[in-house]
T-cell receptor, first 114, second 114 residues
Framework: KAGVTQTPRYLIKTRGQQVTLSCSPI?????VSWYQQTPGQGLQFLFE???????NKGNFPGRFSGRQFSNSRSEMNVSTLELGDSALYLC?????????????FGQGTRLTVV | AQSVTQLDSQVPVFEEAPVELRCNYS??????LFWYVQYPNQGLQLLLK??????LVESINGFEAEFNKSQTSFHLRKPSVHISDTAEYFC????????????FGKGTRLHILP
């Protein structure tokens, strides 16, 4: 079956702009989580969506937001971009039930803010 | 709340030497434990997991990890590393039988020295 698909793979934006990243989970997976990865901070949890509802949230400012659609596809949005938002953004999907035993990751979107 | 600690941010080791990447977790309930690997410019991939049963789990490429409940540890070991093992390794935990996110450690970068 198809894996987790993230689009676009690479993105360059200017400070102050906003950006939307997309994630299509594995078919049947209802949970989608987003992570920010930087060399200095490592892998940091942004938020998790399950059945179109945000179920968990990390410690990021309100400029970072997301949503999930009825087909489980998810988008995350970052407004008023800052240089420090440059990072690899990873999406992961999982079954998210009592058998939530594994997360499957996409290849990520590399965002560069200039 | 659950947490994962990877004490070493970087581990240099000579090729064909043994390696241990340390992982400790904090949880008051039963957990599942994972090791994920991230090769350069890629997303994370599951390396191995502990769900139940034997406390020693193995991957197909020679890594193994042992669940130690009394020490709340899940250290990753390999008796002889190869240059192809160069990657970042993430330990992760999720709560058994609960719809909740998977929590990741900050990662350990494994450097293989020729």
């Amino acid at each position: 079956k198809a894996g987790v698909t993230q689009t676009p793979r690479y993105l360059i934006k200017t400070r102050g702009q906003q950006v939307t990243l997309s994630c299509s989970p594995i078919s049947g997976h209802r949970s989608v989580s987003w992570y920010q990865q930087t060399p200095g901070q490592g892998l940091q949890f942004l938020f998790e969506y399950f059945s179109e509802t945000q179920r968990n949230k990390g410690n990021f400012p309100g400029r970072f937001s997301g949503r999930q659609f009825s087909n489980s596809r998810s988008e995350m949005n970052v407004s008023t971009l800052e240089l420090g938002d440059s990072a690899l953004y990873l999406c992961a999907s999982s079954l998210a039930g009592p058998m939530n035993t594994e997360a499957f990751f996409g290849q990520g979107t590399r965002l560069t803010v200039v | 709340a659950q947490s994962v600690t990877q004490l070493d941010s970087q581990v240099p080791v000579f090729e064909e030497a043994p390696v241990e990447l340390r992982c400790n977790y904090s949880s008051s309930v039963s957990v599942y434990l994972f090791w994920y690997v991230q090769y350069p410019n890629q997303g994370l991939q599951l390396l191995l997991k502990y769900l139940s049963g034997s406390t020693l789990v193995e991957s197909i490429n020679g890594f193994e990890a042992e669940f130690n409940k009394s020490q709340t540890s899940f250290h990753l070991r390999k008796p002889s590393v190869h240059i192809s093992d160069t990657a970042e390794y993430f330990c992760a935990v999720s709560v058994k039988n609960r719809d909740d996110k998977i929590i990741f450690g900050k990662g350990t970068r494994l450097h293989i020295l020729p």
